[in-house]
């Protein structure tokens, strides 16, 4: 799996370890930035990030900024993107087994890099469950999008 990653300034420290993460379970880290630690606006590292999600370049994304929420919203602007915002490990599992979430938003501030780790290898070794009721809730999101995409 490829994998894509981005930060802005204030998660930067965290990114390596969510890189090493990715290689360790044998899948391909892409790099997007930050590489700094001076304010930097989380939206031009996030877009990159889901384009390569939605364009197939890459399989899924990681976005990490201070609390994450910055990086989720922005995410989620983006039509096909599924971006859970995630601190804890049970919702990591959840949403892809549920969501099928294809982008991963974490907060440095708000978790160690400890947790980050977990969460990071629970969500990406997690596969969507294809049942059912979860595809069906999938297609109901998509059909907003398609809704709101064509006014």
Same mark, same amino acid.
């Given at each position: ?9 204030a ?34 590292? +996030? ?14 994304g ?12 922005? +995410? ?66 998509k +059909? ?8």
């Amino acid at each position: 799996m490829k994998i894509a990653v981005g930060t802005d300034h204030a998660g930067v420290r965290l990114k390596e370890d969510i890189i090493a993460v990715i290689q360790e379970m044998g899948h391909e880290a892409v790099d997007v930035g930050c590489s700094c630690d001076s304010s930097v606006d989380y939206p031009d590292y +996030a877009l990159p990030v889901c384009e390569q999600v939605i364009s197939g370049e890459a399989d899924r994304g990681i976005l990490i900024c201070g609390s994450g929420i910055g990086m989720s919203i922005a +995410a989620n602007k983006v039509p096909g993107i599924r971006c859970a915002l995630v601190h804890d490990v049970f919702s990591a599992k959840a949403t892809r087994e549920h969501n099928d979430s294809n982008v991963l938003a974490m907060g440095e501030r708000v978790i160690g890099p400890g947790l980050a780790q977990e969460i990071a290898k629970t969500w990406i070794g997690t596969p969507f469950s294809e049942g059912e009721r979860h595809v069906g809730r999938v297609n109901k999101i998509k +059909a907003i999008e398609d809704r709101y995409l064509q006014s």
